[in-house]
Antibody, heavy 115, light 108 residues
């Protein structure tokens, strides 16, 4: 079965760093792009960026460029989304999804940033 | 970047009725790379349509997509109780990819 499994919920303080993960299984991980999508509480979907795990080619939305880093390790079939200094406004559900039209989605990782 | 505008914001319909959702792009979506997603509360989105008109695996044929260029439509021919949800369009033909703001289909 093709699936993406994301890491668990996180509660962090402003200024802390964080790296969440998305592990693919059931397919050749390096073959499909992995994207990240933010959904703030009660709001819509926002496309953050996408990475090709095969060669680490990465594209960002201008809204998220410089705010997060997307990476991938094809040896472990895992993609990552990381922050160096979290803000309260980063509180959201974060989804990873496969390919450009997102056929497969992870279950989401809830990130809460609060002092 | 391509701005996608969905209309209406909310659609109030009864089971069995036809739903027509619109997604308009601020510029041409390359190769008609336009997708539609359904999201229910507490769940991840689910892909319904890709390439403007291709149903994703396992999607019932009451869902259909049409359109090209800048104007796209998702039609649900006869609403089932499980279809009441929020629907998003996404374009993936231009960089950066973008989502519309969503249309909520609610029970009248």
């Amino acid at each position: 079965e093709v699936q993406l499994v994301q890491s668990g919920a996180e509660v962090k303080k402003p200024g802390e760093s964080l790296k969440i993960s998305c592990k693919g299984s059931g397919y050749t991980f390096a073959t499909y792009w992995i994207g990240w999508v933010r959904q703030m509480p009660g709001k819509g979907l926002e496309w953050m960026g996408i990475i090709n795990p095969g060669d680490s080619d990465t594209r960002y939305s201008p809204s998220f460029q410089g705010q997060v880093i997307i990476s991938a390790d094809k040896s472990t079939s895992t993609a990552y989304l990381q922050w160096s200094s979290l803000k309260a406004s980063d509180t959201a559900m974060y989804y990873c999804a496969r390919d450009h039209a997102f056929h497969i989605w992870g279950q989401g990782t809830m990130v809460i940033v609060s002092s | 970047e391509v701005v996608l505008t969905q209309s209406p914001g909310t659609l109030s319909l009864s089971p069995g009725e036809r739903a027509t959702l619109s997604c308009r792009a601020s510029q041409t979506v390359n190769s008609n790379y336009l997708a539609w997603y359904q999201q229910k509360p507490g769940q991840a989105p689910r892909l319904l349509i890709y390439g403007a008109s291709n149903r994703a695996t396992g999607i019932p044929d009451r869902f259909s997509g049409s359109g090209s260029g800048t104007d796209f439509t998702l039609t649900i021919s006869r609403l089932e109780p499980e279809d009441f949800a929020v629907y998003y369009c996404q374009q993936y033909g231009n960089s950066p990819q973008t989502f519309g703001q969503g249309t909520k289909v609610e029970i009248k």
